[in-house]
């Protein structure tokens, strides 16, 4: 894992100047991204936050919580951008960042001083100790204007000594700092970091107006529009082009549980995907999964219903029941990675057998 961050590192170091090392993949600020007035769902948190600036109120912790693939990161992103900005746009309604001040080139080329990122890196999931001492190191290291923004991408991916530095920083913040963290899981974040921070949550929009939008976004049809709503991928939502295969790895469960001797394809099929979203997708498609063994109707779009059907029949009602302890185990490993080989073979035969840990131990 060690020799994989270094190569994502020197890949990127171009384009990621002012991201602590190893934790960010792409340029965090994607000249393609979409921005908050084009995402209607977030204009409540949005004019909450440009309140708080008004007022002079805004803390010295803020987080924003709410599901994954309602574009978080691009709510925290604009309100740093508008923060560092020297000449925002304040007209009512039209509220942003200028892009063309100094501050606004400086951080678009990524090499704006008063910005630290720690963003989602599909090679390492986690956030350390080691990463938030960076985070010090740099916030001491000489400034450009009167504020400094760090912005920590799932700040639950904290292990309790990151977290435990993050809570010293917050308790005693450096004068002028301002630490924005996105989070689909909140509760998962310490108490006591919780208790110093005040929170934006963004609203579930109607599936209707996801589904609009993606529909006006890429020039996709409904149907098309529909899955990638079910996927429910944060990335989308950044700019980057829909085009993760979404059948494949549900056929490939179906064959796992139907056929035998499917463990290798399948472990071969899955090893094409992010693993975050592999998780996160197999999860959704359990909570399927589990709506026909209830007795519920599936909320999943059209084309993927007889997938989930065969899924559900392939196995008893108690047999889905202990695969849900065999998801969330991977859903946590995904941010943990050690041997991906290793792990997804482990995946799929316990997702064929989820008492076999049990009887091996
Ligand atoms: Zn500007």
Known sequence: ???????????????????????????????????????????????????????????????????????????????????????????????????????????????????????????????????????????????????????????ERMNRSAANGLLKLLEEPPAGSLFLMTSERADLLPSTIRSRIQRLTMTVPRRAVIVDWLTQRYGLSTEEAELLWFIGDDRLMDGSPPSWDWQSPTTAWVRLMTE??????????????????????????????????????????????????????????SHWLKVHRVLLEFLQSARHPLNEELALDRLALDLIDPDLPARLV
């Open 1 to 155: 894992m060690a020799r994989a961050r270094t190569s994502k590192v020197a890949a990127n170091k171009a384009i990621t100047t002012n991201a602590v090392d190893g934790l960010a993949a792409e340029s965090p600020w994607p000249i393609s991204s979409v921005g908050v007035a084009e995402m209607p769902w977030l204009r409540a948190p949005w004019d909450r936050f440009l309140l708080m600036h008004r007022q002079d109120r805004l803390p010295h912790g803020l987080l924003v919580t709410g599901a994954s693939g309602l574009g978080s990161l691009t709510l925290a992103r604009e309100m740093a951008a508008y923060l560092l900005c020297a000449d925002p746009v304040t007209t009512p309604g039209a509220e942003r960042a200028c892009g063309q001040c100094a501050a606004c080139r400086l951080r678009l080329a990524g090499t704006h001083p008063d910005i630290q990122l720690l963003v989602r890196d599909n090679a390492s999931k986690d956030i350390s100790v080691e990463d938030i001492r960076t985070l010090i190191e740099r916030f001491s290291l000489t400034r450009y204007g009167p504020l400094r923004v760090a912005l920590i991408e799932q700040a």
């Open 260 to 317: 035998r001797d499917q463990v290798l394809p399948v472990v071969k099929q899955w090893q094409t995907i992010d693993r975050d979203v592999l998780a996160r997708w197999l999860m959704r498609i359990w909570v399927e999964v589990m709506r026909v063994h209830s007795g519920l109707p599936t909320e999943a779009p059209a084309p993927l219903q007889p997938l989930i059907q065969k899924l559900a029949g392939a196995r008893s009602k």
